[in-house]
């Protein structure tokens, strides 16, 4: 059926150490990816997308890498800092219907130690 | 400032009751979604709505009534709420096959 996972529910990494965090998804249809951050007591928050025509994608400190090959998502969080301390989901979308449906991962928790 | 807004932020009930929830975007977007997050944090799309036509219905309860007056509006009538209604709902709004951006959320627990 149909799911996107995540490999570990708990990551805890030192303030400044960069962060991995990673995603498998099931359905090779599946063209568009987007990691969220949640902090607690908030919506989810957009953090970066990818589409499936594109290997990497960067922003401000923060890396998406899509392997499709093998169904694989990772966030790459580059020097992290305490206010990166959340949930992070990631998600993609299936088929190419535009109903905008969005599969979601279980959600990694990522812990900053001072 | 707010781009999703939804109100109540905090909903304690009795079971039985039927309640409410509100949900506006002012992004000029024309999709718009109800999302149940559970409390192992796992969170599953229940509705959408496009230009206020209905584009998803996920096998939710009957008892749920996604209503939209206007495309920057979708509210959320629960019906003869249960005690595993209890989760946190998201509204969301987004463009067509663009990114979904999420409201603040509403908590609904059922005593």
């Known amino acids: 059926g149909e799911s996107v996972g995540l490999h570990l529910p708990t990551l805890s990494v030192q303030e400044g150490d960069n962060s991995i965090i990673n995603c498998a998804y099931s359905n090779s249809a599946s063209d568009y990816f987007i990691w969220y951050k949640q902090e607690s007591g908030k919506g989810p928050q957009f953090i970066i997308d990818i589409r499936s025509n594109m290997d990497k994608r960067q922003g401000q400190r923060v890396t998406v890498l899509l392997n499709k090959t093998v169904k694989h998502l990772s966030l790459q969080i580059a020097a992290t800092q305490p206010g990166d301390s959340a949930v992070y989901f990631c998600a993609e979308t299936q088929g190419s219907s535009n109903t905008g449906k969005l599969i979601f991962g279980q959600g990694t928790t990522l812990q900053v130690k001072p | 400032d707010t781009a999703v807004s939804q109100t109540p932020k905090y909903l304690v009930t009795q079971m039985g009751n039927d309640k409410s929830i509100k949900c506006e975007q002012n992004l000029g977007h024309d999709t718009m979604y109800w999302y149940k997050q559970d409390s192992k944090k796992f969170l599953k799309i229940m509705f959408s709505?496009?230009?206020?036509?209905?584009?998803i219905n996920e096998t939710v309860p009957n008892r749920f009534s996604p209503k939209s007056p206007d495309k920057a509006h979708l509210n959320l009538h629960i019906n003869s709420l249960e005690l595993g209604d209890s989760a946190v709902y998201f509204c969301?709004?987004?463009?067509?096959?663009?990114?979904?951006?999420f409201g603040p959320g509403t908590r609904l627990l059922v005593l």
């Open positions: 709505y496009n230009n206020k036509e209905l584009i």
């Open positions: 969301a709004s987004s463009a067509v096959q663009e990114t979904q951006y």
